[in-house]
């Protein structure tokens, strides 16, 4: 019997691509059952993982609560504190408020004021303006304080005139009077009916200019030639903060003044108490140390 060569060959094809695909059968499937083991293996380790999140979770939920509970308690200890230190004597004081190129962001300050005992009676705006206002203020008010004594006379003058008073000129007037006569200040209030204490509010526009860090030292200066005592008030958000500049000249301040701590601060200031107080780096305390004695 010949053998065709032909038929030879395919059959020994044939068995080939038997044994081939019945080897990639065999890998696929094996393949297959070892996916299913690594997806069981990969699914357990994230129920694993996320039951431990939840765990996580849950303690950090019961922190926050805590966290939230102490809150509350310091919260209700700082009002506490707050009502004694403005009810433990009236203030009875009557303020000036200048504000050096500041906008209406502190307007909630100033209508807090009544409940301290505290009467806004004049208020002093200071806008932005050319280098030639900046100058020509400045120029005012060392013209002010040479003059002193003739201006104390015009005063006296200006009370004969208006028959309100024969006696000699209260000096809680004289800062509200220079001011006053000041070119391109925006005096607003009851300019003759004396003050107790000045009110400094700045945003520190163009603090490092030369110009304008002139004005604000000759203004402190005018401020001090009446013996009338000021600090500095600013939020705790404030972007620039101008205590720097004023720390230096020796002015008292509070950097928090939109909290309760800040508006305590403020109130034993004008208790008497010096320095710098709030939050921020340039306070050295957050309130006096013995905040709740007056001195």
């Known amino acids: 019997m010949v053998i065709n060569i032909k038929h030879f060959i395919i059959t020994i094809i044939a068995i080939f691509l038997s044994l081939g695909v019945g080897i990639f059968i065999g890998v696929v499937v094996d393949s297959q059952h070892l996916f299913n083991e690594q997806q069981k293996v990969l699914v357990a380790q994230i129920e694993e993982e996320f039951e431990g999140f939840k765990q996580r979770n849950y303690e950090l939920m019961n922190k926050l609560e805590d966290y939230k509970l102490e809150n509350n308690r310091h919260d209700k200890f700082i009002d506490t504190i707050y009502k004694r230190v403005i009810n433990e004597e009236p203030l009875d004081l009557r303020v000036m408020i200048i504000n ?103 945003n520190g526009f163009k603090i490092s200019d030369k110009n304008y860090g002139n004005l604000r030292k000759e203004i402190i200066n005018l401020i001090r030639s009446t013996n009338m005592p000021v600090m500095i008030l600013e939020k705790s958000d404030t972007d620039s903060s101008s205590i720097p500049f004023y720390k230096e000249l020796g002015i008292s301040s509070v950097d928090n003044i939109d909290t309760k701590l800040g508006k305590m601060a403020m109130i034993m200031i004008l208790r008497g108490k010096e320095g710098h107080f709030g939050e921020k780096e340039t306070a050295e305390n957050l309130l006096p140390d013995d905040f709740l004695v007056a001195e």
């Open 100 to 202: 050096m190129f500041a906008d209406n962001n502190y307007l909630e300050i100033t209508q807090d004021l009544g409940g301290m005992g505290v009467k806004k009676t004049v208020e002093v705006n200071i806008t932005e303006g050319g280098e030639e206002n900046i100058e020509d203020m400045v120029l005012a008010i060392k013209d002010i304080l040479e003059k002193g004594n003739q201006n104390e006379e015009e005063i006296t003058d200006y009370n004969m005139d208006k028959v309100i008073s024969k006696l000699p000129i209260n000096r809680d007037i004289l800062l509200p009077f220079y001011l006053n006569n000041i070119k391109y200040l925006d005096v607003k209030g009851e300019i003759y009916s004396g003050i107790d204490y000045v009110f400094l509010i700045d």
